[in-house]
């Protein structure tokens, strides 16, 4: 066959083609047939899988003394998008990180932020290789990755054991996933036994009821196809970088339009609870929106969806949770959510309903005012458009936190009538002061009132209908968007999980 091309070129390309097929061969048939027999994909498979059919172009095929050195690179697209995507063999020597390893994930984190497009990460590895004599004075990987951070968006796929030094790019990432049978930790259960003598399965130390409630992971996905999917979802919401806008989409139920639902879904008295996953239903454009950290500090709902067509970052109380207080977890979580969504210009949207900050010994134990402070700085920070709409209540620090007090950026400022607001509520306000029976009815009349109150000095910018909900913030989003005049800019932070 060789002899049959031109110039001499049969035996080198013969040659090269031979050290491809090794190289993509990967760990061999009987590994790739264990390692599947679960219903796993190949790493070669999850990169095919993610990208748009054909578009995957291979980077560091040849890298190494193993195939690929373990560590599958390259570039492609989804929905026509551009990323740079690397996935973690774990049929070669563990999916193990070598001096090669290494380079191809310095390599790819160097073009996403060069190339101004998203970095997706597949892990699956056992962290350092032992044989390996190490790197010596060269450039770690992780460097390059957070500089990406708050620049390109980073997204991180658990599907599989993952330890050590390859872990450490899904607590920088923006978004996270596993599979039901990932687990991640800074060592596997050998080094724990070893060091500290502690037995203990994969599962118990860094499975999904470890890794989800402690805020590590962001999201749980079926399988590795499901995962897959939420990759690509999250990076729908996102620009390819923090030099450009969100992407518009004009497809659905993007125009005005009142939602009556309101006011069956929203109950009139404060302390009835609701699901405010219900009202985001009503208020964005479709009901498929995709909510961030489901699973942990539950009591505030942190969301991607459209409005108007336009990607929208959501923060919002849930009632059905502590009322809506905002715990330590909560706040945590909202401050990273907020970062991210600032980073890539994506208009910000509360919707606030909560009677404070979480009080009591054990939520001060958990650091509840310095997680409140995080969030405050977050949101007050944030450089983005803020629509803020108070639906029943908002009290003291928990009304900062949800960007209602004036002064801080907000394009528009909305209530229902009839929201109480204030330090406290009338009925701690009373206890607090000894109140008579005439102070506490003169506390209550002054809660009630205290929307009209806020109002009459413009503490809102207006009172609304609660069926005026969708059109009072769509109006107020294509407002804000005159700004966009100027070029998109980043705003370099690094937005580490909680």
Not at 189 to 194: A, G, H
Not at 204 to 220: C, E, Y
């Amino acid at each position: 066959m060789s002899e049959e091309l031109p110039g001499g070129w049969g035996p080198s390309l013969d040659d090269l083609e031979q050290r491809r097929h090794v190289a993509r061969a990967m760990g061999g048939e009987e590994r790739l047939a264990r390692h599947g027999s679960g219903g796993k994909l190949d790493a070669r498979a999850r990169v095919l899988e993610l990208l748009d059919p054909g578009s995957f172009r291979e980077l560091g095929t040849l890298v190494g003394d193993v195939p690929a050195d373990a560590f599958v690179a390259g570039t492609g697209t989804i929905d026509g998008r551009h990323v740079m995507v690397g996935a973690e063999d774990f049929t070669v020597v563990a999916g193990t990180i070598a001096g090669g390893s290494n380079a191809k994930r310095y390599r790819l984190a160097e073009l996403a932020l060069q190339e101004r497009v998203p970095l997706v990460m597949m892990l699956e590895g056992a962290g350092f290789r032992p044989t390996d004599r190490g790197h010596g004075r060269s450039p770690t990987d992780m460097l390059m990755q957070a500089r990406c951070s708050g620049s390109v968006p980073i997204v991180t796929a658990v599907m599989g054991p993952s330890a050590g030094h390859g872990a450490l790019v899904a607590p920088m990432s923006d978004f996270t996933v596993m599979t039901p049978e990932a687990s991640i930790f800074t060592a596997g259960p050998p080094v724990v036994r070893e060091a500290t003598g502690e037995e203990i399965d994969k599962a118990d130390l860094g499975g999904p009821t470890v890794a989800i409630p402690s805020g590590l992971i962001h999201a749980l996905a079926d399988d590795d196809v499901d995962a897959l999917r939420m990759v690509a979802q999250y990076l729908s919401y996102f620009p390819s970088s923090a030099w450009s806008y969100p992407p518009l989409t004009e497809s659905g139920d993007v125009g005005m339009r009142e939602v009556p639902e309101l006011l069956s879904l929203v109950p009139r008295e404060s302390r009835r609870g609701y699901d405010m996953r219900s009202v985001i239903d009503a208020v964005f454009d479709s009901s498929d929106w995709l909510e961030v950290q489901a699973g942990f500090g539950k009591s505030i709902i942190c969301a991607l969806a459209h409005l108007g067509g336009h990607p929208v970052a959501v923060v919002a109380n849930q009632p059905m949770v502590i009322a809506g207080s905002i715990d330590s977890n909560a706040a945590d979580k909202a401050a990273h959510f907020i970062t991210v969504a600032d980073s890539y210009h994506l208009p910000l949207v509360f919707l606030s309903d909560n009677p404070g900050m979480l009080p009591g010994s054990t939520s001060e134990r958990a650091g509840v005012l310095r997680s409140g402070a995080r969030m405050y700085a977050a949101q007050t920070l944030a450089s983005t458009t803020k629509l803020h709409l108070t639906l029943r209540k908002a009290y003291g620090f928990g009304s900062m936190v949800m960007a209602m007090g004036a002064f801080d950026h907000q394009t528009s400022s909305f209530a229902f009538p009839g929201a109480t607001l204030g330090a406290m509520s009338a009925g701690a306000s009373g206890r607090a002061m000894h109140a008579d029976e005439d102070q506490a009815a003169a506390l209550r009349r002054a809660e009630l009132d205290a929307s009209y109150n806020s109002a009459s000095g413009l503490g809102f910018d207006e009172l609304i209908d609660p069926r005026e909900a969708r059109n009072a913030l769509l109006s107020a989003l294509r407002l804000s968007l005159s700004r966009r005049q100027a070029p998109a800019e980043p705003v370099p932070r690094f937005a580490i999980t909680p």
